[in-house]
């Protein structure tokens, strides 16, 4: 079981980055998926998140209007395309596959907003 984030780095704000997650060794379409984020000294918190098969999703209200979670069940990819970044934005972001009995989380990929 694998989940292998990419696409973090360093922006200015106003920018944009997209995060990508590739998921193996599960059966991605029967999973809930998220992304999370920590920054030093922060607790680990959930920013966006997209239902297995309706694709419902959610927002936490510091990123709603500036993110899109996005899934694509034949690819086994979990995408977050960040628009407008403020430096309160940078952490290690995490990707996460979920449901009642079982979750999964990739590596960690660090976002850095600053001028």
């Known amino acids: 079981v694998q989940l292998q984030a990419s696409g973090g780095g360093s922006v200015q704000p106003g920018g944009s980055l997209r995060l990508s997650c590739v998921a193996s060794?599960?059966?991605?379409?029967?999973?809930?998926v998220g992304w999370f984020r920590q920054a030093p000294g922060k607790d680990r918190e959930g920013i966006s998140c997209m239902s297995n098969r309706e694709g419902v999703t959610y927002y936490r209200d510091s990123v709603r209007g500036r993110f899109t979670i996005s899934r694509d069940n034949a690819k086994n990819t979990i995408d977050l395309q960040m628009n407008s970044l403020r430096p309160e934005d940078s952490a290690v972001y995490y990707c996460?596959?979920?449901?009642?009995?079982?979750?999964?989380w990739g590596q960690g990929t660090l976002v850095t907003v600053s001028s």
């Open positions: 996460n596959a979920y449901k009642p009995s079982r979750a999964f």
């Open positions: 060794g599960f059966n991605f379409d029967q999973y809930a």
